[in-house]
């Protein structure tokens, strides 16, 4: 009996292990891949070389896999495979047995968790990730004003985010939670910066429609309204902007909004969405000192993930501010002084990010963003439309694999 186990053992691979393995695999540099989610046993051959190997059933295929990594000639290394889960060695698998009931023995490549794969020789690396879970540090070449001189007027531009946090609580009724931690971008020459400590929302899909209009034009149909109502919240923001008095320095101390979200993905990762809420903020420079105000704000805004991997994300948002200030805003020649404490920001921007590349599974994305503003609240600033550009790239750490749909 043992000597027929070891026979079999004998042919779990091929009978010359070493030779006929780099033929195989330079006939098939990236064979079929081991599915993560089904078992895999291990064993050895006459030679002592363990190898992975995973059957299906159904297909009658044996997928088969050197246990460790290989160099760039096809032999085996002293490394073993990264993320692989671990097998303990089984001497039962007959090779002779599996053919003979059909099976068909297939080179491939060892399994990797859900998001990971592997090259031709073993090696483990991420090709997928999850940029709402992520911190990140990116840089851009920002021109100051598109609608004067581009090549005259430029700065630099790096944005950062401390944490953003995205989960997703699943069930009758899903509901998903946004979390940004000290998430922020600051413009060079001249300089500006917007701060923002604390970021909050949550989206919700409710179960039981508030309207259902039944149709009886041509068969009788039911069609449902669903009012998908959220929260949305922000604590600690700061912008710090250059004006002909200085650095005036707005602190949005808090604001809290209600959204309603008008388009919802299944996973409620992408949403367009409008909201709407108040705000309590201050204003303060060298010269008029510091000013509060409670301001009424809406949004329109949509969070778009275009593919199921999370490579390509669009973002556009179109918002309109109304502080009111307690004390008049002064004027200067350029601006008219506001006797009712009146002021309004009005800004626009799109946004694409996508994942261009990973250094040691980290990926690095294209940012490339365009927008406008126009605001009366920053004293001796003109009031007219201020276009700007980004181009630059992000540094991610963490982002780890996007869920599956």
Not at 130 to 149: I, Q, W
Not at 362 to 376: D, S
Request: charged share 25%.
């Amino acid at each position: 009996m043992r000597a027929t186990r070891l026979a079999a053992l004998a042919a779990i691979s091929i009978l010359m292990p070493a030779t006929a393995a780099r033929v195989a695999r330079a006939d098939n540099r990236l064979g079929p891949m081991m599915d993560p989610d089904r078992p895999v046993i291990c064993a050895r051959d006459t030679a002592g070389l363990e190898w992975r190997i995973q059957c299906d059933d159904t297909a009658k295929v044996c997928v088969y896999a050197p246990s460790v990594e290989l160099d760039v000639d096809g032999e085996r290394i002293d490394k073993s495979l990264e993320r692989a889960r671990e097998c303990s060695l089984d001497d039962s698998f007959d090779r002779a047995a599996m053919q003979a009931r059909g099976f068909q023995m297939v080179p491939g490549r060892a399994d990797a968790p859900y998001g990971w794969t592997r090259d031709e020789r073993g090696r483990v690396f991420q090709i997928n990730f999850d940029l709402k879970r992520r911190m990140y540090f990116g840089a851009a070449y920002s021109p100051e004003k598109v609608t004067d001189n581009p090549l005259a007027s430029q700065r630099t531009s790096i944005d950062f985010g401390l944490l953003v946090y995205e989960t997703l609580h699943r069930g009758r009724a899903p509901t998903r939670h946004r979390l940004r931690l000290l998430e922020g971008e600051v413009h060079l020459q001249p300089y500006d910066a917007q701060v923002t400590l604390l970021h909050y929302d949550v989206s919700h899909r409710y179960f039981d429609p508030l309207i259902r209009i039944t149709t009886f034009v041509g068969e009788p149909a039911r069609h449902d309204l669903h009012l998908n109502l959220g929260g949305w919240t922000e604590v600690g923001g700061l912008e710090i902007h250059a004006t002909p008095f200085g650095n005036s320095q707005l602190y949005k101390h808090a604001t809290a909004e209600a959204t309603f979200d008008l388009w919802q993905s299944r996973d409620l990762e992408s949403y367009a969405r409008i909201r709407t809420g108040m705000g309590l903020e201050g204003q303060y420079d060298d010269v008029n000192g510091y000013r509060s105000a409670l301001s009424a704000d809406s949004a329109f805004e949509m969070d778009w993930t275009l593919d199921k991997q999370g490579f390509h994300n669009i973002k556009l948002e179109l918002a309109d501010e109304l502080p009111r200030y307690f004390q008049p805003i002064p004027g200067t020649a350029t601006v008219a002084p506001s006797k009712t404490g009146f002021s309004e920001r009005m800004r626009a921007k799109l946004q694409y990010e996508g994942i261009v590349l990973a250094i040691n599974d980290q990926p690095v994305t294209l940012k490339l963003a365009a927008g406008g503003e126009k605001r009366n609240d920053l004293p001796g600033v003109p009031d007219v439309w201020a276009f700007v550009v980004d181009a630059g790239l992000r540094f991610n750490l963490w982002a780890p694999p996007h869920p599956r749909s």
